[in-house]
């Protein structure tokens, strides 16, 4: 009786189910097609994005890109070094210069003599001291040591030599 109850229902109501399941396979067929057009637009990005213009796969990319950064830290810490090396031999180059001119004889004019101190970082180098007068020119040189000198300047010198200490690099 029960099977027959419902084979009754179902004969009743046949065109209904039917029409409900159509309308049920419609909507996932729908579905389907919106997530087909879904898939096809990120499959298209994703190819885009894993491709350039020279077909090459972005892992490639990538691995070519460390590899270009891990050369170019490594140059970059060749140049630190040759930086430093570059800056620490610069010390020692004439930085301060100090010129002084001077007539130490009343018979000639022009200041024509000349006081000049060179001098490297840690006040190192040599003063140089030009005299002419009418017998000839004369040229000394003077060793000078953080800021001394063991040999008697002249005033003309200790001024050329103050003056250079006053000036010079500064990083």
Not at 59 to 73: A, F, G, I, S, W
Not at 94 to 123: H, S, T, W
Not at 128 to 136: H, P, V, Y
Request: hydrophobic share 40%.
């Amino acid at each position: 009786m029960r099977m027959e109850l419902l084979i009754g229902i179902l004969q009743d109501y046949i065109v209904f189910i039917v029409g409900g399941l159509f309308i049920g396979w419609v909507f996932l067929l729908i579905l389907l097609l919106g997530n087909h057009k879904k898939l096809k637009k990120l499959q298209n990005k994703y190819e885009l994005f894993m491709s350039n213009s020279e077909g090459q796969q972005i892992e490639d990319l990538l691995t070519n890109y460390l590899n270009r950064v891990e050369q170019t830290l490594e140059g970059q810490e060749q140049l630190h070094q040759k930086y430093a090396k570059l800056e620490h031999q610069l010390g020692y180059c004439v930085q301060k210069i100090g010129v002084i001119r001077y007539n130490p004889f009343d018979e000639m004019g022009g200041n024509l003599c000349f006081a000049v101190a060179l001098l490297d970082e840690r006040d190192n180098g040599v003063v140089l001291n030009g005299i002419l007068n009418r017998e000839g020119s004369y040229t000394y040189a003077k060793h000078i040591e953080q800021g001394k000198s063991t040999y008697a300047l002249s005033a003309e010198e200790v001024q050329a030599l103050d003056m250079a200490k006053r000036q010079g690099y500064r990083s």
